[in-house]
């Protein structure tokens, strides 16, 4: 079993700054993929950004195009993974939640339903 616990969310005004961050235990994470999605009041859970990690390589980071060039998706090691939010919106506005399969694909990984694991959501609020 793998527990996720994210931490960093906030109130922040537009433009300004948030750092993610989400670690695991249970399990160490080596070739999981681990992402971020997010939820905002009345709407679906939306991909935010993923990485997979293997033996301390970076194997792929993928970032949805809503937030290309604002976060950044980095893996400091098999179980931890942040996300850097800069220049945000309004319409950041969401619960975000951490993530992790072992069966991600290309072709998958912007699938909620694909993810076996999830935290519990940090709420990030922007202003404007």
């Known amino acids: 079993q793998v527990q996720l616990v994210e931490s960093g969310g906030g109130l922040v005004q537009a433009g300004g700054s948030l750092r993610l961050s989400c670690a695991a235990s249970g399990r160490t994470l080596t070739a999981y993929a681990m992402g971020w999605f997010r939820q905002a009041p009345g709407k679906e859970r939306e991909f935010v950004s993923v990485?997979?990690?293997?033996?301390?390589?970076?194997?792929?980071a993928y970032a949805a195009d809503s937030v290309k060039g604002r976060f950044t998706i980095s893996r400091d090691n098999a179980n931890t993974v942040t996300l850097q939010m800069n220049s945000l919106k309004s319409e950041d506005t969401a619960v975000y939640y951490c993530?992790?399969?072992?069966?991600?694909?290309?072709?998958?990984?912007?699938?909620?339903?694909?993810?076996?694991?999830w935290g519990q959501g940090t709420q990030v609020t922007v202003s404007s």
């Open positions: 993530a992790v399969d072992r069966q991600i694909t290309l072709a998958t990984m912007t699938s909620p339903g694909q993810y076996e694991y």
């Open positions: 990485t997979t990690w293997s033996r301390g390589s970076l194997y792929y």
